[in-house]
């Protein structure tokens, strides 16, 4: 389309997950019960942590974070769903922007805050003597303040370069939320810039998180295994094992979402997929580290305690 025969668009349609009728109210009323949940799990993590004091070290401090990213992530996305089953779903050209800003912000921060867990725990397990100073609180401040930065940097460069793309007549996104190439294939304009970014920043996101994980878990498995006594490892391994789920769930989902083959990937599996990477994982954290920790499950009984529930 030459220059000049442009015509702007000032809203898109979000297609949603399904067109058909009858799921409709099914998948409103599941997808409420997960957003209930993600929000009372990672609001009651936050609160837990902050008011038990014997929470108060560097995972924990780690991990309400991790919680508080979940929230958002899953608030920026999720209740604009939800109104895509009761009506047509329209959202405006800068609420789109905002929700893919804001999106990008907080799936970026989750990568690095998964490796930043990562590496608290090999300093616990493979410097135990040195952990109180290695992981300071300033140094974990610092740590947070980094996750985020490298979040808000990479949403930046990518929105910036959304919005220099230009949207002709073709309005209907087929995803239920604004995401990067669901947007990008309804341009008329050149992409390059914007694939080209994709490529650096994604690069950056998946291969620098997965190397931190990847190399801290290598040398706490060689840790765990100088462990002479069969006691001493498992205690070791329980230490991180609810990290090492919430990696699996996080990084396992995403690379179904990303990595199908291009022979049987489309669009609307896409779409399937991605509902267990943006929904159903924030829901999940608070339920991994919550069953499968010792220290949460005695805080949380003594909470209870004290408030009298039981």
């Known amino acids: 389309m030459a220059p000049g025969n442009y015509s702007a668009v000032t809203e898109f349609i979000l297609a949603g997950l399904t067109e058909k009728p009858g799921l409709q109210l099914l998948l409103f009323l599941l997808f409420l019960g997960i957003y209930v949940l993600t929000v009372l799990g990672n609001l009651g993590m936050i609160a837990l942590i902050a008011l038990s004091s014997h929470l108060h070290n560097p995972m924990y401090y780690l991990l309400s974070s ?78 947070v303040a980094g996750v985020y930065s490298v979040g808000l940097i990479g949403a930046t460069a990518h929105t910036v370069c959304m919005l220099r793309v230009n949207f002709c007549q073709a309005d209907v996104i087929n995803h239920y939320f604004c995401d990067l190439f669901p947007l990008l ?72 979402m990303y990595l199908q083959p291009s022979s049987v990937s489309s669009m609307d599996q896409g779409k399937v997929s991605s509902v267990f990477y943006t929904i159903v994982v924030p829901m999940l954290n608070p339920m991994i580290y919550s069953l499968r920790n010792k220290d949460v499950k005695i805080a949380l009984n003594k909470f209870l305690e004290r408030k009298g529930f039981i």
Request: charge should be neutral.
């Open 66 to 143: 991790l919680s508080f990213i979940d929230l958002c992530h899953s608030t920026v996305i999720t209740p604009k769903m939800l109104v895509s089953f009761v009506t047509e779903n329209t959202i405006s050209y800068p609420e789109c922007m905002a929700q893919l800003y804001f999106f990008l912000v907080f799936v970026i921060a989750e990568c690095h805050m998964l490796s930043a867990m990562a590496y608290d725990r090999y300093v616990a397990i493979c410097k135990p003597l040195l952990y109180n100073v290695t992981m300071s609180r300033g140094v974990c401040s610092w740590m």
């Open 185 to 256: 294939e309804l341009s008329c304009s050149s992409t390059f810039v914007n694939e080209v970014v994709v490529l650096c920043f994604s690069a950056f996101n998946i291969i620098v998180p997965s190397l931190t994980i990847l190399g801290s878990y290598i040398f706490i498995i060689a840790s765990i295994l100088r462990i002479r006594s069969a006691q001493g490892r498992s205690k070791a391994f329980s230490t991180c094992s609810s990290h090492i789920s919430a990696v699996a769930v996080f990084f396992g989902s995403a690379a179904f």
